[in-house]
């Protein structure tokens, strides 16, 4: 589908978005409550093996002096969950949809789009809560909030790229779902949510923690959120590039397999 086409039917990419905001706690009690309690009930195990179990000592904020393990681990928890998330159910939304593909002609990343901006809406509110204990906490944060959204914004293109290209290969190789269960946990524990780079003692992998897909964006929100300093000017320009990079292969690789959505399913 064309930019035109795309932008013709953004009526259609609100709908979608707003459906997903609205189904996506129908039913439940605590409703949007799960949000925030997902999170923390991580926080909670991960503090207790951290700190009980491991007596080991939180890492220091720099410039910041912030010494609290909980909101380290939810710095760096917050987006890695927004991605990890938005991934898993862009996957099934393309299959999920399959009558709406077959019956209507709209352009099909917008079913992924309106994943990936609810995701968004859900990843502001955890923000705002973690700015508030942050604040409690000693952290002057406010003033870094700011250039937490650029940062959000690069995220939200390099989670969105890819989206599309798993929910395209999802509808032709069902495997392509098992396989991102196994590889959304190896890129967990290769973020430094639950530790710092400099705990590991092999060059590479220290490297790759730091500067990786999934730690680099760990830790841009780790030096802004919990150390108050501004990300260095490489990495920024890795942000960008793996954003700009997967978004662009992303898109390329859905708008191929896209026009044999409907005859496959």
Do not use: C
Request: proline residues 6%.
């Amino acid at each position: 589908m064309s930019l035109r086409n795309a932008v013709a039917h953004r009526n259609l990419l609100y709908l979608l978005t707003l459906k997903e905001l609205r189904t996506r706690y129908r039913k439940s009690v605590l409703g949007w409550t799960w949000s925030l309690l997902n999170p923390l009930s991580q926080m909670l195990i991960f503090s207790f093996l951290f700190l009980v179990v491991f007596k080991a000592e939180p890492p220091i904020g720099d410039p910041s002096g912030l010494q609290a393990f909980p909101l380290y681990f939810l710095a760096g928890l917050l987006p890695f969950q927004f991605f990890s998330i938005s991934v898993t159910t862009a996957m099934g939304v393309v299959e999920g949809n399959a009558s709406l593909i077959k019956k209507v002609s709209f352009p099909h990343e917008h079913l992924v789009w309106s994943v990936v901006l609810a995701q968004v809406i859900t990843l502001l509110i955890e923000i705002a809560v973690l700015a508030i204990a942050l604040l409690l906490a000693g952290s002057m944060v406010l003033p870094w909030l700011v250039v937490v959204l650029p940062l959000i914004g690069l995220l939200m293109l390099f989670t969105t790229g890819l989206a599309l290209a798993l929910s395209a290969a999802n509808v032709f190789f069902r495997d392509i779902n098992y396989l991102w269960g196994i590889a959304a946990q190896l890129l967990f524990y290769a973020s430094p949510i639950i530790y710092t780079p400099d705990v590991i003692d092999i060059d590479a992998l220290r490297w790759f923690t730091s500067w990786g897909p999934t730690g680099a964006f760990v830790r841009a929100f780790h030096e802004v959120l919990y150390d108050n300093r501004m990300p260095s000017p490489e990495r920024w320009g890795l942000l960008v590039v793996y954003s700009v990079g997967l978004f662009a292969f992303g898109s390329w690789f859905f708008g191929r397999l896209s026009p044999k959505f409907a005859e496959e399913m």
